[in-house]
């Protein structure tokens, strides 16, 4: 089955400066990547995501890049602030499985006034 | 207001005992998901269901049961052979079971073991 690593598992940056998570997968059938955000004790949410038909997609300050060729992917949040502090998730789906997305384990970012 | 709802949000168990956490949605979704959140484990599924009345084990399904008997209900019970229940339960649905639909998240259960 699908394998998602994320890294770093902790990321802390000052306010302003940009940030970097990156995953990668196994499955060269994966095609829909999807980010999520989790704010401490609540749910997590949909922030981004990238079909495997393209490399990058923006939205405002964040954006995913997607390499096929290397198996991985990354969201950047660009001019960061305190409240993009959260746990962040990378997932994977693969067409050639079960459809069910396989998520990393998280990173830590920490945003420092 | 549509969404996903877990009920409760806190929950204490005693050892030997089974407890049942709710899940309703009222975004007319077929697909429906239930994963356990450990610190530093990321996301495991427990259980999914394309449709009704039909449900599949996850990865971590051991000592867990379901039931799909209607479209907006799936309903997760955590049974006293589950040894390590304590976590946090998380709720998910997608319009149906393809990939690429995004997966929408319920607030969430905390379960404790007393």
């Known amino acids: 089955g699908e394998n998602v690593e994320q890294h770093p598992s902790t990321l802390s940056v000052q306010e302003g400066d940009s940030a970097v998570i990156k995953c990668t997968y196994s499955d060269s059938a994966s095609n829909y990547f999807p980010w999520y955000k989790q704010e401490l004790g609540k749910r997590p949410q949909l922030i981004i995501d990238i079909r495997s038909n393209v490399g990058e997609k923006k939205d405002q300050r964040i954006a995913v890049t997607l390499n096929k060729t290397a198996k991985h992917f990354s969201l950047h949040i660009t001019e960061t602030q305190p409240e993009d502090s959260a746990v962040y998730f990378c997932a994977a789906t693969s067409i050639g499985g079960s459809y069910i997305p396989t998520f990393g384990r998280g990173t830590s970012l920490i945003v420092h006034p | 207001d549509g969404g996903i709802t877990q009920s409760p949000k806190y929950l204490f168990r005693k050892e030997g005992q089974n407890v049942t956490l709710s899940c309703e949605q009222n975004l007319n979704h077929d697909a429906m998901y239930w994963y356990r959140q450990d610190p530093g484990q990321g996301l495991r599924l427990i259980y999914y269901s394309q449709i009704v009345n039909d449900f599949q084990k996850g990865d971590i399904a051991e000592g867990y049961s379901v039931s799909r008997e209607k479209k907006e209900s799936f309903p997760l019970t955590v049974t006293s052979a589950q040894k390590n229940p304590t976590a946090f339960y998380l709720c998910?649905?997608?319009?149906?079971?393809?990939?690429?639909?995004?997966?929408?998240f319920g607030e969430g259960s905390w379960l404790t073991v007393v």
């Open positions: 998910a649905s997608s319009i149906d079971f393809a990939s690429g639909n995004t997966i929408y």
